[in-house]
């Protein structure tokens, strides 16, 4: 199949393509590389860069390379950011998502699988979270990822377009090729792995006063690897009877101080642990329920052991300390 992926030189972007490439796909990389790395575009991968907001741009790519099929990772994903620059995340996120699905519609390609975020739903009133508990985003970043969702099945309705939407949880670990670099970085497992990498490396806990086992929040962690996994069995089962929406998480939480201890056992190293103040909007519990990804699409988790995903951004740090850069 001749698939397109916007956002292919981001993190779960690049290591989805890199995947798809293995299954004997043609891949077309698009992504401005406002927040993305051409290093991480693999071999054998088409790359071209654009904006999914220039529609005549994407028209002329989809058109040249006769894509039948797009995966969406294309946005700005900061929740911080947003919070401060809601505007941003409404015209990448928002506006330029439309300008793409134009596109499809304009071409009748039929096949989407868009890149969503448990942001959607918010404080969770239940755990593990099923997909049909409520939405209500508590940020900007959360409601643009909503706001394509609802799109979505409309589009399906008008055009055609038959859609999977994969609301993924903490994407963590790294390929041997591929891993995770943000400029800033916000992500815990990188940010304690940086710590780990300095002599006497210091990291701040937010907050250990919450309703926990040792009082720190509890995430659910999922490799990349299974992310990617995922986002492909969609794109093999897409139903023609409109949007389907799946959880991508582990099924199992781990709290900040688990993970912390998991980190300096596989370093080797103690780091300088300091508590700070709760974060606004920090749950103190997110973990998914995939039942319905494995029921419906028989995907597992085949790499999500927390120290299985440790280990594995552990050595892609140490082969990669700068990062992408050279």
């Known amino acids: 199949?001749?698939?397109?992926?916007?956002?292919?030189?981001?993190?779960?972007?690049?290591?989805?393509?890199?995947?798809?490439?293995?299954?004997?796909?043609?891949?077309?990389?698009?992504?401005?590389?406002?927040?993305?790395?051409?290093?991480?575009?693999?071999?054998?991968?088409?790359?071209?860069?654009?904006?999914?907001?220039?529609?005549?741009?994407?028209?002329?790519?989809?058109?040249?390379?006769?894509?039948?099929?797009?995966?969406?990772?294309?946005?700005?994903?900061?929740?911080?950011?947003?919070?401060?620059?809601?505007?941003?995340?409404?015209?990448?996120?928002?506006?330029?998502?439309?300008?793409?699905?134009?596109?499809?519609?304009?071409?009748?390609?039929?096949?989407?699988?868009?890149?969503?975020?448990?942001?959607v739903y918010g404080e969770p009133k239940s755990v593990p979270i099923r997909e049909n508990h409520p939405v209500c985003p508590v940020n900007p970043y959360g409601e643009t990822k909503l706001v394509i969702e609802r799109a979505l099945a409309w589009y399906h309705a008008a055009y055609g377009i038959n859609c999977a939407a994969l609301r993924y949880f903490n994407a963590a670990g790294a390929t041997k090729n591929l891993g995770e670099d943000h400029r800033p970085e916000t992500h815990l497992l990188p940010r304690l792995l940086a710590a780990a990498s300095r002599p006497n490396g210091?990291?701040?806990?937010?907050?250990?006063?919450?309703?926990?086992?040792?009082?720190?929040c509890i995430r659910d962690f999922v490799h990349v690897l299974d992310i990617a996994q995922a986002h492909?069995?969609?794109?093999?089962?897409?139903?023609?009877?409109?949007?389907?929406?799946?959880?991508?998480?582990?099924?199992?939480?781990?709290?900040?101080?688990?993970?912390?201890k998991a980190v300096e056992e596989i370093a080797g190293r103690k780091l300088d642990i300091r508590v700070g103040r709760r974060r606004s909007g920090d749950p103190a519990v997110l973990v998914a329920s995939a039942r319905r990804l494995a029921r419906e699409l028989k995907w597992k988790p085949r790499h999500s052991d927390l120290r299985d995903i440790i280990r594995s951004a552990w050595a892609w740090m140490q082969m990669h300390p700068q990062g992408y850069r050279k």
């Open 1 to 119: 199949m001749n698939i397109l992926v916007t956002g292919a030189a981001g993190y779960v972007g690049s290591v989805c393509a890199a995947e798809l490439v293995k299954q004997g796909h043609d891949i077309v990389a698009y992504d401005n590389l406002t927040a993305g790395h051409r290093q991480a575009v693999v071999e054998r991968i088409q790359f071209v860069r654009g904006d999914i907001a220039d529609g005549e741009k994407l028209k002329r790519v989809c058109k040249k390379h006769q894509v039948q099929a797009v995966m969406h990772f294309a946005a700005s994903a900061l929740v911080e950011d947003s919070v401060r620059n809601p505007h941003l995340f409404y015209c990448n996120n928002v506006s330029g998502t439309l300008s793409l699905l134009e596109v499809l519609a304009e071409l009748k390609i039929q096949k989407l699988i868009f890149s969503s975020s448990a942001a």
């Open 202 to 216: 210091s990291f701040e806990i937010y907050g250990d006063d919450y309703p926990t086992s040792d009082g720190t």
């Open 232 to 260: 492909i069995l969609a794109l093999h089962c897409l139903s023609k009877s409109g949007l389907r929406i799946y959880n991508v998480g582990h099924g199992k939480g781990y709290s900040i101080r688990a993970v912390v």
